[in-house]
């Protein structure tokens, strides 16, 4: 397992998050609902848009978090390490997922 590896995807995954975060901040801004410029029907998916983008922006900090906290494993040296059974996560398991804390077996469990 090449830790370097890992971590320069999360520092890219990390960095885009945030970006990402920065536009659906943008899309879940408060919805205008002056009546005299915009109909029903517009105000109702401008709503909509804006609970969609509330959402993604919430799995986006969720996703952010779990990415630091990576980070965090990578600095302290338990990277690779399963938060439960304090064994090794199987390497395909961090190569599809970088920010993954419990191996197969523990994950299975939960």
Avoid: H, W
Wanted: glycine residues 4%; neutral net charge.
């Amino acid at each position: 397992m090449n830790i370097e590896q890992f971590r320069a995807r999360l520092q890219i995954e990390q960095r885009e998050t945030v970006e990402a975060i920065e536009q659906a901040q943008q899309s879940a801004a408060p919805v205008e609902l002056d009546q005299s410029s915009v109909g029903r029907v517009s105000r109702i998916d401008a709503l909509q848009q804006q609970a969609l983008a509330l959402g993604l922006l919430e799995r986006l900090t969720v996703r952010k978090r779990k990415v630091e906290a990576a980070l965090a494993r990578l600095d302290a040296g338990t990277y690779g390490m399963c938060c439960a059974c304090q064994g090794d996560v199987e390497p395909e398991r961090l190569n599809a997922d970088p920010a993954v804390v419990f191996c197969q077996e523990c994950k299975k469990n939960r």
